[in-house]
């Protein structure tokens, strides 16, 4: 299997189809799969996901007081 990549934007044609306005790549299977180095570690997961929960909890705190000072 074969992905197709843009390295520029992806825009609308006029006939709806999908145009990049840089300069498509091709890659295989394999070669997505030899990325796996760049992902992220479980470390890594872990402070992002409590940096969101903080930031829910963040917005939720927010508009509970708005609220209630209305």
């Given amino acids: 299997m074969n ?8 825009a609308l044609g006029a006939d709806g189809s999908a145009i ?3 300069t498509l790549k091709v890659f295989t299977r394999e070669e997505m799969q030899s990325e796996v180095g ?18 829910f909890a963040i ?3 927010f ?4 609220r209630l000072l209305k």
Wanted: glycine share 14%; net charge negative.
């Fill in 3 to 10: 992905f197709l990549a843009c390295d520029g934007r992806w």
């Fill in 20 to 22: 990049c306005t840089g």
């Fill in 38 to 55: 760049s992902a992220l570690t479980w470390e890594q997961v872990a402070e992002i996901r409590g940096d969101v929960l903080g930031l």
């Fill in 59 to 61: 917005a939720f705190g």
């Fill in 63 to 66: 508009l509970v007081l708005k």
